[in-house]
């Protein structure tokens, strides 16, 4: 017994003296790894996110359109909206003047429809109707407010969350958005804004490494002029002693 013992301690001292002389070995470049590992983790953290990008973007039947899960809805809509921003921007097309026009085109098929057998002197068949069900209108307005409060309740959060990096990259963003509709209409915007919600979205999912590298490289240095700024102006700026004074 006193042999197994000693044979345990003889084997626990050689592993601890191993172990000392493999962390005197790399205690030169323990900074750097230590740095290295901040740095993966900032990066893995970028934007505070630390959830999939489906999930971000709610997880739902939207989010599959926007990430492309199933291309034939999603290219269905992109091509929808990009024939409706050629009709009303480039051929010049009026809302209301294409409503009617439609209008008109409908009534016209339904008369033919419903003539056409007379004429052909056939039983007259049932000409179908176009019913929209009020449930349509009413998942619209449910759907376009709840988009609403989030976007608010997102600049909320960004604004008292303390988070300087997201704060700075929602305000950049609100600032291109600004510069952006100074250059087009209404209608120009809203069609970007459509097409960076179904492109950006996915192309960060299949190159988020990428993408979050670049970000955390551009903070870096906006990080770095900050400080340099901060030393040789700000920092020598004369600060008043407001402890001292009273106020009566």
Not at 150 to 166: I, P, T, W
Not at 220 to 233: A, E, I
Request: hydrophobic content about 45%.
């Amino acid at each position: 017994m006193p042999e197994k013992v000693v044979a345990e301690n003889l084997l626990n001292n050689i592993m601890e003296t191993l172990a000392d002389s493999v962390h005197k070995q790399k205690s030169g470049s323990f900074f750097q790894e230590d740095k290295s590992h901040s740095v993966s983790y900032q990066m893995d953290r970028l934007f505070s996110r630390q959830k999939p990008v489906h999930n971000l973007l709610g997880g739902g039947k939207s989010a599959d359109v926007l990430l492309w899960r199933n291309k034939k809805i999603s290219a269905s809509v992109l091509t929808g909206s990009t024939a409706s921003w050629i009709l009303f921007e480039w051929l010049n097309y009026h809302f209301l003047s294409l409503i009617f026009f439609s209008l008109i085109i409908g009534m016209v098929a339904q008369f033919l429809w419903s003539n056409a057998s007379g004429l052909m002197n056939r039983s007259p068949s049932q000409v179908p109707r176009i019913v929209l069900p009020d449930e349509l209108f009413v998942n619209i307005a449910i759907t376009i407010g709840a988009e609403v409060n989030r976007f608010l309740a997102f600049l909320q959060n960004v604004a008292s969350g303390g988070n300087l990096k997201q704060f700075l990259a929602v305000v950049l963003s609100l600032l291109a958005a600004s510069v952006i509709g100074s250059w087009c209409n209404f209608l120009t915007v809203l069609y970007i804004g459509f097409m960076g919600a179904h492109t950006l979205p996915v192309l960060y999912e299949r190159y988020d490494d990428q993408v979050d590298s670049f970000v955390y490289n551009l903070l870096g240095q906006f990080q770095h002029h900050y400080r340099r700024l901060d030393s040789s102006v700000l920092g020598r700026i004369p600060k008043g002693n407001l402890k001292g004074k009273k106020f009566e």
